[in-house]
């Protein structure tokens, strides 16, 4: 019988309502679980760390950015995640077909079988699902800072981001290969979904030791949501001003400092950044 520790922050209200049912469910099924409570990002990497030397199974109760936060110190110590989908994107929950119930949860948990996972490294931290620049991490930004309703947050923001992108020249080196592009975007995926489910790297695979870097090339920008909507789908890839790449380490640099974004969250701002993969080095219950 597996034992869990949910690794809870200072914002944690909606994983903590999400937690509840589940944590009764697993307790009436046998199986020990308990919460921390932690206030800094550094604090709960170091009670994951301490839960996986514990012998337990270090649960997100979150969203992406509870999922990357914790990512890196369980694979750095070779324990394993569980994830319970409770944020306002659930990209990796979507890539991964992770259940949302809480009695389908709880089952996962208790029995789903482990599934190694790469996860990608920028500027020393761990992403498990996508490094962004551009007009999507300028988004990004705004929608961190919105109150509205999770439906209408991305589209409001991405709109706003479009409406006051400038014209940037970008140098993508994959694997030793360079391309030059002018474009509104770059990403740099390890799974295929971002933003709150756009399909932005259809092709990506979690396990498959590859980077997918998708660019969105400049275009006049009324064609822009055009693109963005075929992103639910995927279809953007077949434009003509969308390029695809793969590889197992991408640099990108800009003609002027740019905002990263990693699963959500800002990883940093600079002119040059480096993502490089570290092949299945994430034990998650998926399976």
């Known amino acids: 019988m597996r034992s869990f520790a949910v690794i809870l922050g200072p914002t944690a209200r909606r994983g903590l309502s999400r937690l509840m049912p589940v944590?009764?469910?697993?307790?009436?099924?046998?199986?020990?679980?308990?919460?921390?409570?932690?206030?800094?990002?550094?604090?709960?990497?170091?009670?994951?760390?301490?839960?996986?030397?514990?012998?337990?199974?270090?649960?997100?109760?979150?969203?992406?950015?509870t999922i990357r936060l914790l990512a890196g110190a369980v694979a750095d110590t070779g324990g394993l995640l569980g994830v319970i989908p409770a944020g306002r994107g659930n990209d990796f929950a979507r890539q991964l077909g992770l259940p949302h119930s809480p009695e389908a949860v709880a089952d996962l948990l208790l029995h789903g079988r482990?599934?190694?996972?790469?996860?990608?490294?920028?500027?020393?931290?761990?992403?498990?699902?996508?490094?962004?620049?551009?007009?999507?991490?300028?988004?990004?930004?705004?929608?961190n800072r919105s109150r509205l309703p999770a439906a209408l947050v991305y589209p409001t923001a991405g709109l706003r981001a479009l409406l006051r992108w400038p014209r940037t020249r970008y140098t993508i080196t994959v694997d030793g290969r360079t391309e030059h592009r002018h474009a509104y975007t770059v990403v740099i995926a390890n799974c295929g979904y971002y933003g709150g489910g756009l399909h932005v790297a259809p092709a990506a695979q979690p396990?498959?030791?590859?980077?997918?870097?998708?660019?969105?090339?400049?275009?006049?920008?009324?064609?822009?949501?055009?693109?963005?909507?075929?992103?639910?789908?995927?279809?953007?890839?077949r434009r003509g001003h969308v390029f695809s790449y793969r590889g197992t380490s991408v640099t990108v640099r800009a003609d002027r400092p740019m905002t990263v974004y990693g699963d959500g969250d800002p990883v940093g701002r600079a002119d040059e950044v480096t993502v490089e993969v570290r092949p299945q080095a994430l034990h998650v219950i998926a399976g």
Do not use: C
């Open 114 to 143: 482990p599934r190694d996972l790469d996860v990608l490294h920028v500027a020393g931290q761990t992403i498990v699902g996508s490094v962004y620049v551009g007009v999507d991490a300028a988004a990004n930004e705004l929608a």
């Open 23 to 65: 944590a009764h469910l697993l307790r009436g099924a046998g199986a020990r679980i308990r919460a921390e409570y932690t206030q800094t990002a550094e604090q709960a990497r170091q009670r994951a760390t301490a839960a996986v030397h514990g012998g337990e199974v270090v649960v997100a109760a979150g969203g992406d950015g």
């Open 207 to 237: 396990d498959d030791g590859t980077l997918d870097v998708v660019v969105i090339g400049h275009a006049p920008k009324v064609l822009f949501p055009i693109a963005l909507r075929q992103m639910r789908t995927g279809r953007h890839v």
